[in-house]
Structure formats: C-alpha cells, structure tokens
C-alpha cells in the first residue's frame, strides 16, 4: 500500500532527514530524498529512495522536484521540511548577511517548498511535516537567529494548519530536543568563527556566553535520541491516523516545554543563566 505512495524529505544527506528519508522507505514508500551535492545522491540512493538535487534556496531546484512530483501517478503522502542550519551568535554581532542566510533556509526555504507541493498534496489529502525545534518555543541566548526562524516556523504552520485543515490536508510540527547528528558539530565550527569576527569589545561582552553556548550545544546533542529514534517518531506522525498539531522528541524537549508552558519568563532567565554559568569559563578572549 504505503509503495504506491510518495514522500518528499529535504535535507537528507545527513542526520534527521537521511535516517527519516531510510526509515519510510523502509515502511514501503517512496522517497524523494533532497540533497545538494551529487556525491550525497549516490550515498543515499537505495530502493525506494530516490535522490533529488534539491537547494530549498534555489527556486529552479523547487520548480524541478514540483513538476517530478507531478509528472508522478503515485500520490503524494507527505513533505517532510528537514533541511536546516544552525547559526548561534548574539543579537549584537550577528552580520545581518547570516540573518538573512538563516530565514533563507529555516524559513522561506520551508515555505517555497510547500507552496510548489501544495497543489499535490491537495489533490492526495497529504500531510506537511515541518521539522521545527525546542528552539521554535524557547530562545536561548545567541539562538535568536535560529530561533527567530524557528518560531517563525511554528506561527507559519499554525496559520497553514488552519486554512487547509478544511481541505483535507493535516499540518504537523516536529520539535526535537537533543538529537545526534550533525548539526551540532557544524553549529559550532560556525559560531566559533562568528566569534572571531567580533570586535574586541563585544569579544569582552559576549566571548564566554558564546564558549558556554558551544559546550551546551555539544553535551545537548551529545545525550540526545539517536537520529534512528528522532526518525520513528517522524514516521509515526507521517502514518498516524489523527495526528497531533504538535509533537516533542525526547525527554528533554518535553520537560523544557513543559517548563515554558507554565514558568514565568523571568524564572525562565534565571534558569537559563544559571545553566549557563556551569558552562562559563572565566572571562577570557574566545
Ligand atoms: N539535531 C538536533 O539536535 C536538532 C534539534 C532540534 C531541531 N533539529 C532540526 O532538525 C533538522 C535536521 O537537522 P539535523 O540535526 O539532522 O542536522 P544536519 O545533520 O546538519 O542536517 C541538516 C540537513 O539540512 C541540509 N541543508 C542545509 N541547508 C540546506 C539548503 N539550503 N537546502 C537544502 N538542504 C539544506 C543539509 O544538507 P548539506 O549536507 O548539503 O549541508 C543536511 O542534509 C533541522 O531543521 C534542525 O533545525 C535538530
């Protein structure tokens, strides 16, 4: 049954999006796997996935996979919106280049693609899956970009859901806490030269916030599900019959939100500064 059904996952050369993309094949659909470099295509291909060169920046890139979904007799069962980078800085020192480069990805990008699969989706009654984040309801200092789009990312599905709930199609949020992939790696590797871009003055004000930030991004990812488990529970609200609005991934996502739900954001700062200075070194240069 599931075989004679497409999924679009984007982002799939690692990480979530790869193991989501090997997970619902491995449930029997087929999989339209979105990665930009051909050497990822070759990595990922396998029966029932297919891989698709797919900048979600790149509007020729969207219209390509569009007119591949639509040349396809098979309906369209969901678009999974994986694809995302991270990006920690200040609000005072992040260049507003990378701004822009962020909501580029983790928020326009999302919305190009399912404005291109709409019209599929409405045709099959399918889903859209947008991968958001425990940063899509809490912003920690330095995530305001990643955050920023993130949020905006939930506010954009909540607003989706509700116009075309009454045309059949189901639109669901994914907000993963810890998971081992990636992301944290090169989340790092960016923030830490974000940092050395920084004038000396805003290297006194903010150096070890962001050494702090670096650590805790390392342990939280570290501890986290591994993307095999974060994959599952994607699929389950790809294939279950009423899905939820809104699904936490792990332990830690659901107590943070629990927190957030029902602490005062004053508290909220205080519990976050507190975290932070268990992972701040002495002032010193980054
Ligand atoms: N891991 C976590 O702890 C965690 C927690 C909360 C939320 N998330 C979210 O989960 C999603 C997947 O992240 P991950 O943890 O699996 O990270 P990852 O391993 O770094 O994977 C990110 C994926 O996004 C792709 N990508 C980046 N820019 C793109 C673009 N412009 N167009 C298309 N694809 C692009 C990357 O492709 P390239 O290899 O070509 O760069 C890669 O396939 C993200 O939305 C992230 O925000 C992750």
Redesign the pocket.
């Known amino acids: 049954m599931t075989e004679n059904q497409l999924i679009v996952v984007?982002?799939?050369?690692?990480?979530?999006?790869?193991a989501t993309a090997r997970e619902l094949s491995r449930q029997g659909f087929h999989v339209l796997a979105?990665?930009?470099?051909e050497r990822?295509a070759d990595a990922i291909r396998a029966a029932g996935v297919e891989p698709i060169i797919?900048?979600?920046?790149v509007p020729e890139q969207i219209e390509a996979l569009a007119a591949r979904v639509a040349a396809d007799p098979r309906p369209l069962r969901a678009v999974v919106n994986?694809?995302?980078?991270?990006v920690n800085a200040p609000v005072e020192t992040l260049p507003m280049g990378e701004w822009r480069r962020v909501f580029e990805?983790?928020l326009f990008?999302h919305i190009a693609v399912t404005q291109a699969l709409l019209p599929a989706l409405l045709r099959s009654r399918g889903r859209v899956i947008n991968?958001?984040?425990?940063?899509g309801r809490i912003a920690m200092p330095t995530y305001g970009a990643y955050a920023g789009a993130?949020f905006a990312l939930e506010a954009v599905s909540d607003s989706l859901r509700r116009e075309v709930a009454p045309l059949g199609v189901d639109v669901v949020v994914i907000e993963?806490?810890?998971?081992r992939?990636?992301?944290?790696g090169?989340g790092i590797a960016t923030a830490t030269d974000l940092a050395t871009r920084m004038t000396p003055d805003q290297k006194q004000r903010y150096g070890s916030l962001v050494r702090a930030i670096n650590t805790l991004m390392d342990t939280g990812?570290a501890s986290?599900l591994t993307?095999d488990a974060a994959a599952r529970a994607v699929a389950r609200a790809v294939t279950v019959r009423r899905p939820r609005a809104r699904y936490p991934i792990g332990r830690d996502a659901a107590v943070l939100l629990r927190l957030a739900r029902f602490l005062p954001d004053r508290m909220l700062d205080r519990i976050s500064a507190a975290n932070l200075r268990r992972h701040r070194p002495a002032p010193a240069a980054v």
């Open positions: 984007t982002g799939a050369s690692t990480g979530l999006g790869a979105g990665v930009r470099r990822d797919l900048d979600i920046t994986n694809a995302g980078i991270q990805v983790n990008g991968i958001s984040s425990i940063g993130k993963p806490g810890g998971v992939t990636e992301i944290a090169r990812t986290g993307a």
